[in-house]
């Protein structure tokens, strides 16, 4: 599913949303502006019975960061 990460310029807030093709562009659901980024997102990937992370093995989200969420990075 084209789940996307956004980060809105004005509150500062960041959020997920459902993109398709075909959508308008994205509003931020915390104060309805338009002013927002795509954030890089990590992801995985269903392998067998388990869930694998394709960025860091270890469980941090990205490469030489320590979160274990995007949302947490600024």
């Known amino acids: 599913m084209p789940i996307f990460e956004f980060h ?4 500062h807030q960041n959020f997920e949303k459902l993109v398709f093709g ?7 659901p915390h104060c309805g502006q ?3 980024e795509k954030l ?3 992801c995985s990937a269903k392998v067998g019975y388990k869930f694998t992370a ?3 093995p270890k ?3 990205c490469t ?8 947490t990075c600024h």
């Open 59 to 61: 469980g941090g989200s």
């Open 40 to 42: 890089m997102s990590a």
């Open 34 to 36: 338009k002013r927002v």
């Open 54 to 56: 394709t960025s860091n």
């Open 64 to 71: 030489g960061c320590s979160a274990t969420s995007c949302s």
């Open 22 to 28: 075909s959508d308008p562009e994205v509003e931020c």
């Open 8 to 11: 809105c310029q004005e509150c």
